[in-house]
């Protein structure tokens, strides 16, 4: 019988994601969205790291539903802006969740900046918490260089303008099983599958 487990957000992109990559770890879990609980409030992404927000995330869900709890975050770290838009990936340009506007203005602010020089990652910490206080986090990278101009129409965020390394196409132009097998979120999750097979055993 597979347990339930509660995914720290209302995009139902992430909540589909999150399911095959999950299914791809042979983890026997009903995956269901925060959506499931709208009684329990947003919480607010105060820490200053991809790993503080996903837990800060995964234990309030986990304490408000009474289940085990998975969060993520995660971002586009571009290194001639010194690691940022980072932690304000999702509100780079004001308003939180506006792609289109966030993709913009990066790409003005690095309008001038040489492809050699675009090398960014996209970063993502996946975090579990259980009702009891127990937590464990685990890390994955997606290194790439930006694109000049938005390409693919797969994908969310950032993924029309990071091309990973070794790859002609950026991550809006791969299909979502290729994606999850190389993407930031994939290799975080991966890495956090058994320790969540682990604690629900």
């Known amino acids: 019988m597979s347990r ?3 995914l720290a957000t209302r ?6 994601e999150l399911r095959a990559i999950l299914a ?10 925060a959506d499931a609980f709208p009684h329990i409030p947003d919480v607010k992404e105060t820490g200053v790291t991809f790993a503080e927000n996903a837990l800060l995330k995964a234990r309030a869900l986990a304490e408000g539903t009474g289940l085990p709890a998975v969060a993520d975050d995660s971002g586009l770290c571009v290194d001639v802006l010194g690691g940022a838009p980072g932690i304000f990936s999702a509100r780079w340009a004001g ?8 993709l ?5 602010q ?14 993502c910490a996946a975090a579990l918490a259980l009702p009891d206080g127990t937590t464990r986090v685990a890390e994955g990278r997606l290194p790439g260089t930006l694109r000049f101009t938005p390409t693919g129409t797969g994908g969310f965020g950032y ?9 002609t196409r950026t991550c809006a132009e791969l299909t979502p099983t ?3 097998a190389i993407s930031h979120r994939g290799r975080a999750f991966r890495a956090l599958a058994p320790m969540v097979a682990e604690l629900l055993r």
């Open 104 to 108: 913009d203005l990066l790409l003005a």
């Open 178 to 180: 290729e994606k999850n």
């Open 4 to 6: 339930r487990l509660v």
């Open 11 to 16: 995009n139902a992109h992430k909540v589909t």
């Open 24 to 33: 791809d770890t042979g983890l026997d879990v009903d995956l269901v969205g």
């Open 95 to 102: 308003r939180h969740g506006d792609d289109t506007a966030n």
């Open 159 to 167: 993924d029309p303008v990071l091309q990973p390394d070794g790859e």
């Open 110 to 123: 690095l309008s001038d900046i040489d492809t050699p020089h675009r090398a960014a990652h996209f970063a």
